[in-house]
Each structure stands twice: as C-alpha cells, then as structure tokens.
C-alpha cells in the first residue's frame, strides 16, 4: 500500500508540473499568436485525445513528462516537413526572437510562479514549523564522516563562513552543500574556528546521522516490561549516571548500553518531588540486544516552533523560501560538476524522485515536495542545452546578440545532440536508482 501511495503522489506531482511548464510555452504562444498543434500530457500514442480551435490536446500511456507541440519549430519530435515549405505568420519560427525568447521561458517562468504559489499556501495554512538552534545547548553529535570534517561531538555550531542559522534544517543543508567552508563553533566554552575540508557530498548526503542535536536523557516513554519499568523509572525522569560515572546525555547511553547487553546497570535518575530534585541510584536490566526500554523526550528538549502568518504576511514568507530553495538546489547542482565531492553520484531518477514521497498521505509533505520538484524542473529546463528551454534560449540569445538567426539544419544537429545528452544523463540517473534500491 505504502508504495502504491507514493506511485500515486508521484503521478498527481508530476502531472500538476508537466501541465504547468507547458502551460506556459502554450499561453505565450497563443499571446504571440503561434499555432499550437498539440498539448500533451504523459508521453505516447495519446489514449484519450480531443482537438479545440486547431489544437490538439490528449494524455499518452507512459505516464512521464508531456510537451506543446508549436509550428514552424524544431522539437523532439524532429518533424521538419513543415519546415520545407515557405514560413507562415502562425509559425514559430516567423515571430521575432524576443518573442520566441518568451515563448521558450514561458514553462520555467511558470514552474517559479507554481512554488511561490505553493510556499504563500504553505506558510498561510501551516505557517513555518522549525527547530531552533537556540534550543541545542548541549551542541551536537556527528558521525564519523562529521569528525573528519573537523567537528566534535558536543560542539555548538555558530556560524558557517559567518552565517548564522536559527534553523536547524536550514544549518544541515549548509553544512551538506557548502565545502571547504570556515566554521566557528562553541568547543568546552571556547570559540574555535577552523575549515574543513572538500568532502564526498554523496557520502553525507547518506549519512542520516551526519549530525543530530545532543539531548539530555529526559525520559519519554518507558516500555513496559523492559529494564527500564522494572526499576521504577518513569517519563520525565532524567538520566545522570551509569555506573557511578556521571552521563547526563542520550547519545552516551546508546554509545555504551550494546557493551552491557545481558548485565545490570546502576543508573543515577533525577526526579522532581515536591519541588525538590532528588536522585536515586536504581539496578536497571539491560536487554541482550543492548536495550534499557526507554525513550527519550525529543520535544521536551527541543521543541518544535511554529510561526503562524495571515495571508499578506505568507507572501514574503513564501518569498523567502522561494530563494532558499532556488539557492539551495542552486549550489546542489554545482557540486555535480566537481568530481571531487562526487555529488554526482547522488543524482537520481524517476525512483528516487517517487521514493522521497511519503508512505502515507499527507498534504503539506506532498505540496512542500511538489514545490520543490517544480524549482528542480525550472532549474534544470534553463539550463544551456540544446532540446531543453535553455539551450532555445541560448540559440535565441545569440540570433538578438548578432543578429543573425540559426540555420534549421544547425538546430536540428543541436536538437539531436541535445537529445543524446538528456538520454545518457537520464540512463545514469536510472542506473544509480537501480544500484541504490537493489544492489548496494
């Protein structure tokens, strides 16, 4: 069921973006005047199709991408016979290039206008639901590809390259995209500064413990019939010493219970009583598989904050997050062409696109996700490659430059090794899925 659900949020996801993009090739079109031949949504031999005012509009049976089909213009579809024949005023190709130049913009225009859209919904529905730095007093713990990077477990971080984030998932992708960054961190009270060095984003792109806030043990829940509740511990009771050895934080423990599996354990446990804190040592049993059966209080110790907005205060919300995301996948996208962080290892096709979705239904993850997918969309249809908008846009640039328009022999050799370009990226891309969910 979980991956029926994430096939089917894909499907809507990825429709509403197909529709939009094109949607704005075709308004464009029609502003200028150009004849739009056919809109098609999905990919195929269309298996439901109608035709309105010389246009053609249908859904195909490969339920992946969709295009407008324009005349007088040189597309994947390679059709050049109209282009034998004399230019006619309804044709692409007769209009001048700063309309052309629209015409191809017109799709990554509005897949940006479609995040903002949903950013401005996003933040006046549910507003902004963050965790603040502010809350980490006890810092940080990293993994091991974190500690080589420099940092130590405990560390309060306080800026990156003199940026400061209140925003702990805003920090995490700072701390994954930028490299070779100074960082100023809280170390045993001292400032410490120092840069780290170019790592594999691939690696930490994987490594979900890459870095965790460090939380004080605030018990949460307490299984019954673990170690735990057979010693009397209860939620709100806090951990502060296992073995005569004060240990007040939750990452200690799980570093050291797996190395007491099967034995009893002394653990000092702090409750309030009648206003007073009083500690008491209690034999908890720890399970063979390195278990005490309790949880920790994570929102106790760092809330979750939300900041609630009216309508006109979701328009610079939506704003904000609108760059931040553009930034963030911005700087992503760089890093594929440095073979040293071997970002490109991390690119991913449609199963890895259908996997981020959730298994159960939810709205805001699944708005949040589509916006996101839309600035992908846009990003990458900008950029200077010939079958793509940008490389239309690159050619029509140049035609306004000089003044000179490419021959159609010139954009049909570029459409093809376009073409060629986007298959090679797209059977990579479908490779590392294949390696990732069945064989690494």
Partial sequence: MEILIKVLQFILSFSLLVIIHELGHFLFARLFGVRVEQFQLF???PVVSLTRRGTRYGIGWIPFGGYVKLAGMIDESMDTEQLKSAPRPDEFRSKPAWQRLLIMIGGVLMNIVLAFAIYVGISWKWGESYLSTRDMTYGYVFSDRGKEMGFHDGDRILSIDGTSYEDFRLLRIALLLEQNYEAKVLRDGDTVTFRTPVVSVNDLTQDANFIAPRYPFLVGEVAAGGGAAEAGIRPGDRLVGLNGEAIDRFDQYIERLPHLSGSTVDIDVARDSAGNTVVRRLPVRISDEGKMGATVDMLAV???HTKDYTFL???????QRLGEEIGSYWKQLKL?????TEAYKSLGGPLSIGNIFPGQWNWLAFWEITALLSIILAVMNILPIPALDGGHVL???AEVV???????KFLMYAQIAGMLILFTLIIYATGND???LFIR
């Fill in 402 to 408: 000089t003044g000179r328009k490419p021959g159609d």
């Fill in 302 to 304: 760092t809330p979750i």
């Fill in 336 to 340: 594929i062409f440095r073979p040293k």
């Fill in 43 to 45: 990919f195929g031999r």
């Fill in 313 to 319: 205060q979701a328009i610079p919300a939506g704003t």
């Fill in 395 to 397: 050619f029509l640039l």
């Fill in 434 to 436: 294949i390696y990732r």
